[in-house]
Every structure is written in structure tokens, then in C-alpha cells.
């Protein structure tokens, strides 16, 4: 399985080039890894940090192929490419444009990495590519 | 007395017509607001989270009235335009390009309005425009 | 009429005290007139740029009343307080949380301010609050 | 010959958990080349657009290693780690908290990979790492 999302690019993601400014790919990749979290994972960033938990990137590696510019709708993808016992890293891409790969670990209460709980683990394996 | 600064304008300012999209100079009133707690009134915003204080902005204005460009070093002031018993306006230019105001509130342990300490309170008053 | 949009607040709007960072809602009020534009006139901003047209917004006023947290989904509406012959003043709302004025200006292709195009207007008009 | 800057970590850096968000470091990565191109090189961004120039970057890879707090005065520098005929990958540190490579292509006014000019290169040269 997939995570998909289409992102409008819009003025605030743009350069003097009239083409997406990189940095701003490096939001939509946490959009993408964040609304996984949230709409199919079920653990959204808030309860997870209300609980005392987190998931810092570790990594990322992103490579720019083709330009996207202002009123484009692109369709990024998110999958799991990598499942570690505390880490993951997913393969997240916007057609042809961008490919990228995040890396996080996973920490429970105590700040150290720590092994995925079961129910995230099922959903991440159903993701792996 | 003004607290002053040059923002140099980047790319990252920028949008697709070359000159600095908007909320990129609201970006830049919080950066003089905050360089002015750090570097002259001596309370950095970082400590003051960590004491469990704030200082919301409850209020800003902005008017742009020439663009800036790629480029461009544009000098930033600052100065104390109404200073209230728990509030403060702050009138922030941009040379003839922005004039913005931005209204804080300063908030002691309970996050409830608090008055000024004093320490602080003279500072403000010795930044009266 | 009233253009809508729901926006979920997401970590990359949120400061270290944990709700929305201000200049982030500057960008979000951008986002609404942008897609106000896109969806509802008819007009993005990419073709106005490609015509040698814009829309520069001129001035910008905001209240935060009610922070926003992450993880909130967010009621977004804009409507049009006011249209002047070559300009227009949107009331930007987030529910109770902000109160946005964004006031922008037409300008067709000499950079001059310049009347509404008929179709525009009318738009404008049966968006008027 | 390393290029330095010193980039103090602002509010607008930083996440709900109190730490440098992770897109912020790359516009920090992008603030160095531009920084180097504009004060070391010698050719900022504006007059190279003008010129009808472009440096787009190619790839970007970052391991965050340690983070950076509200208030941390950050050491950045920068050096040249591969020199190519029309690239360049740069190697952008900050201190032992992210390690960055920014890969550039050079292209000259027809928008296809062009070799460095004389004078460019001589600089680049000068400082490979």
C-alpha cells in the first residue's frame, strides 16, 4: 500500500524562478510522513508529543529531477522502504519530479530509541515497498 | 533610542515575481521583536520559555509600500510606540518599503496579562518612540 | 457567498510553545486569497503571472484572539469587506482564533493599479459580506 | 578555505518540541551556498537571474546528528568536496549537529549544464575541502 496526497503548488512554495524553492520540498516530505502518522497510522504528532513521545528524521536524501512550478498539482507518494526494530525509512516521491528518502526513529518516553509498538509495526510492514 | 538591523534579502524572501512575498516580512517584525528581547532588553525567548513565561503577539498591521528585491540589504528599526501596563506596541519599519505594528503581551507563570518587571518596563521606556 | 477551506495546523506551523507561529497565518491568509482566486474567480496566480498581471497585497492587518494547536482542523472563510474600483479588502477569519484584513490591489500589465475586469468584479461583488 | 557563518536559532526555527525543524536546516544549507556565491564568489543570486543565469540545486543530502535549540549560536561552514565540469557538491556543516551535501549544476543563459566560468572555478577550487 500507498500513502498518496496531491499537493497544489502555490505562491509560498515558489522562487524568483517561478519554481519550487527546495526547502519548501523538504516540508512536503514531512507533510507526507506527518499525514501518514496522522490518517493511516492513527498516531497524529500531537498526542505523540502530549504522551512524551517522538520521532525525530535522522536522515534525508532528496534528489530534484524536474521543476515544478506555480498552479502544478503533483501527486506525492510515501511508502516504507526500509523497517528497522526502531527506525524506518520511507521512499517519498512526487512523480518524476522529486525522489526522497526520510529516515526516523522511533522514542518512547524516555528519549532513546526504542522498538515500534506492534500496531504501528503491522501498518508499516503493510506499507513496505 | 531604535534597535536596529539589516535583513539581507534572499532567495528564500522571494516569490515568483522576484520580490519578497509578504509573510516573509512578518517573519522578519518577529525577528526584530525577538532580537530586541535578546540583544537589548536581555531576555531571550528561549530562557523565557524555559521560566515558563510568554509573550504573545496578540496583534499585527503591515503595510507594504515598496517592494524589496533579491538583493537588496534593507535596514529594519524598531521602537516602543505604546507602552501599556502588560502590553506593548512595537512600531517596526522597513525603511519607505514596510511599516508594521505588532502588539505583545507579556505573561508571567499562570498565562494570564502581567505587568511588566521593572527591569524590562525601563528598557521599553527608554525605546519610546 | 463565502469561500471556505478547512486547514489541519501541522508541525510546521507551530511553534516551541506548541501552537501556531504568527507568520504562519500570514501564509495561510495568503493561501485563502490564493485559492479564492484559483477556485472561485478563476484566476491563478501562475496565468496572471504569465500575462504580466498581479495582485500585490498592499496591506495586512491580523488579530489573534485564540491560539491553535497541532493537530487542530481549522474553519477558514473569506469574503470581500470591501471592493474599491482597482482594489479589494478581504476579511480573512479562522472561527474565533484570527481576524484577517488583507486589502490587494489589480494591476494589469503596465504595474499601474488598474479597474477590475467585469468578470472579476461580478465575482467580487456576490462575495461581497 | 572554508566559508563561515553563524546562524543564532530563532523562533521561527523551531518545533513544538523546541528544536530546529528539520526544513529549516536545509534553507540554513541553501543560506551558505548563497551566502558563499554572493560574498566569496562574487556573484549573488539577483544578478545572475538577471543575467538570465541559474544554479539550480541537484540533490541534497543531510544527516541530523544532534539538535539545536531556541537561542544555540550554530557555527556553520562550508566547503567544496567535489568540483565537476559544470557541478559542484558542496559540503555544508554545522558543527557536530547536521552534516549537508548540496549538489549544483551551472548553467549559463540556455538553461542546459554549462561549464564554470574562469573566475568561478578558480574560487571553487580554492576551496576544496
Redesign the interface.
Known sequence: MTHTRII?I???H?????IV????Y??M???MV?TFF?DVVGH????M?AAGQ?M??????????K?S???DRVEWTLAVEHLGRTSARFLVRAEDRVEARATVVWMARDFTPSPWPDDIRTILEAHHA
Chains 1, 2, 3, 4 share one sequence.
Open positions: 497544489p502555490e505562491f509560498c515558489c522562487d524568483p524562478a517561478g524553492f527546495y526547502p519548501r523538504a516540508e516530505v514531512n507533510h506527518e496522522l497524529g504528532f500531537g498526542p508529543m517522538g525525530p528524521t535522522v536522515a534525508l536524501e532528496m534528489a530534484f529531477r521543476p512550478r506555480l498552479g
